[in-house]
């Protein structure tokens, strides 16, 4: 069975996103490098253009991820990537509401409405031997927490952003370690990839 693991562009604040949602400042160090990624989502390509170093890391991640674990939030904010992820994976979401447009045979949504340990067993065994990514900031907590989550990624973006959506909320009591286990540093982001140690 592969590893769960989430990813995140954050800023130095512990900020994923901006109080309504904004992801483009944390996400600027995917579009200001000379390397070209392709990455195509339901009804467009998307052009990205980072550094040579990141670019290495960012295209091992569609062949890794088997499935995904998404929350409702990313879902809609997201518009549902317009009926496609970008890294092509299905994709199971954790919502207390279903949205039955989405629901149809061939659809690439699930949706989930038990809780995600039993999202991410789904995800698990569609997933195979390759990894199941997890996002949303809630949902990667609530993994975190379950116990579920077996890595982190961190993109650290230089910058303050001061409010928004913070990568980590109040987690419980519980001291939770980590191990670092790799560190690529480019002007724009620091890629630091840890092992949630268990
Ligand atoms: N910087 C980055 O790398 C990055 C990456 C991805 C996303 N983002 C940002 O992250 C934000 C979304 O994350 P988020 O933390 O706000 O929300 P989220 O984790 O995507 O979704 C939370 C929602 O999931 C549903 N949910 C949560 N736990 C549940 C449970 N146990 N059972 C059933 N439903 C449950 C609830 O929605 P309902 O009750 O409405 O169903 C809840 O409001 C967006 O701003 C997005 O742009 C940033």
Same mark, same amino acid.
């Given at each position: 069975m592969g590893n769960v !693991? *989430? !990813? @995140? /562009?954050? /800023?130095?604040? %512990? @900020?994923?996103? %901006?109080?309504? &949602?904004? #992801? &483009?400042? #944390? @996400? *600027?160090?995917? /579009?200001? !490098? &000379? $390397?070209?990624?392709? #990455? /195509? $989502? !339901? &009804?467009?390509d998307i052009d990205l253009k980072m550094s040579e170093e990141s670019a290495e890391l960012y295209e091992e991640i569609p062949n890794a991820i088997g499935a995904l674990v998404l929350g409702r939030r990313i879902f809609d904010v997201a518009g549902a990537w317009g009926g496609k992820h970008p890294l092509g994976a299905p994709m199971f979401i954790v919502t207390h509401r279903i949205p039955e447009e989405w629901v149809y045979e061939g659809s690439p949504f699930t949706f989930v409405t038990d809780g995600v340990e039993s999202a991410v067993a789904q995800a698990q065994a569609v997933a195979g031997d390759k990894s199941v990514g997890v996002a949303g900031a809630n949902i990667m907590q609530q993994c975190l927490k379950a116990g579920l989550l077996d890595e982190i990624g961190i993109d650290l973006v230089p910058v303050l952003l001061g409010q928004g959506i913070r990568m980590f909320e109040y987690l419980g009591i519980e001291q939770i370690e980590l191990e670092q286990t790799s560190l690529t540093n480019t002007p724009g982001v620091t890629h630091i990839r840890y092992r949630v140690v268990k």
């Open positions: !693991g *989430a !990813g @995140f /562009s954050m /800023s130095l604040d %512990g @900020f994923i996103a %901006g109080p309504n &949602d904004e #992801v &483009d400042r #944390v @996400f *600027a160090w995917m /579009s200001q !490098g &000379d $390397t070209e990624v392709k #990455v /195509s $989502t !339901g &009804d467009h």
